[in-house]
Antibody, heavy 121, light 107 residues
């Protein structure tokens, strides 16, 4: 079964750092790009970041560029999102989503259940 | 950035009825790289349709997608009780993926 499971969400103060992780199973992880998509409470979906299958290319939404870093470890079938300088507006459920292609510019055919990040003083 | 508009934001139907949801792009999706997702309360989104009209694996054939250019449609031919949810369109035609604001299908 194709599956992705997120972890790492927490309550943090503005300006803090947090790292989210996503563990994948059931598919050839190194063949597919991976993404992070977030959803603020009661709001719609916002794509955050993508990484190509081999990690050679990374992409970010303007709202997180320069603060967030995506990385992957194909030997461990994991993808991470390092989040610096967190702001109140980063509060959201963060979903890990498998890309249907290798490059990171496609649709998302498998989603995790999400991990909640709350930024508040 | 390509902006996707889903209007209206809420649609009301009875079970068994046909539902048609709209998604309009701010510029033409030349490759028709548009997807539709279903999200039920408290759950993750699920891919329904990709490339405007191709059903994802395991999706019932009462779901269909159509459209090209700037106007796309998701049709549910006969609403089942489990279909009442929020639906999002997403484009991956441009430099960065974007989602529509969502359309809630309610009873």
């Amino acid at each position: 079964e194709v599956q992705v499971v997120e972890s790492g969400g927490d309550l943090v103060q503005p300006g803090a750092f947090l790292r989210l992780s996503c563990a994948a199973s059931g598919f050839s992880f190194s063949s597919y790009a991976m993404n992070w998509v977030r959803q603020a409470p009661g709001k719609g979906l916002e794509w955050v970041s993508a990484i190509s299958n081999n990690g050679g290319s990374t992409y970010y939404a303007d709202s997180v560029k320069g603060r967030f870093t995506i990385s992957r470890d194909n030997s461990r079938n994991t993808v991470s999102l390092h989040m610096n300088s967190l702001r109140d507006e980063d509060t959201a459920i963060y979903y890990c989503a498998k890309d249907s292609g290798w490059s990171g510019h496609s649709n998302f055919d498998c989603w995790g259940q999400g991990t909640l990040v709350t930024v508040s003083s | 950035e390509i902006v996707l508009t889903q209007s209206p934001g809420t649609l009301s139907f009875s079970p068994g009825e046909r539902a048609t949801l709209s998604c309009r792009a701010s510029q033409s999706l030349t490759r028709s790289y548009l997807a539709w997702y279903q999200q039920k309360l408290g759950q993750a989104p699920r891919l329904l349709i990709y490339a405007a009209s191709t059903r994802a694996t395991g999706i019932p054939d009462r779901f269909s997608g159509s459209g090209s250019g700037t106007d796309f449609t998701l049709t549910i031919s006969r609403l089942e009780p489990e279909d009442f949810a929020v639906y999002y369109c997403q484009q991956y035609d441009g430099s960065a993926p974007t989602f529509g604001g969502g359309a809630k299908v309610e009873i």
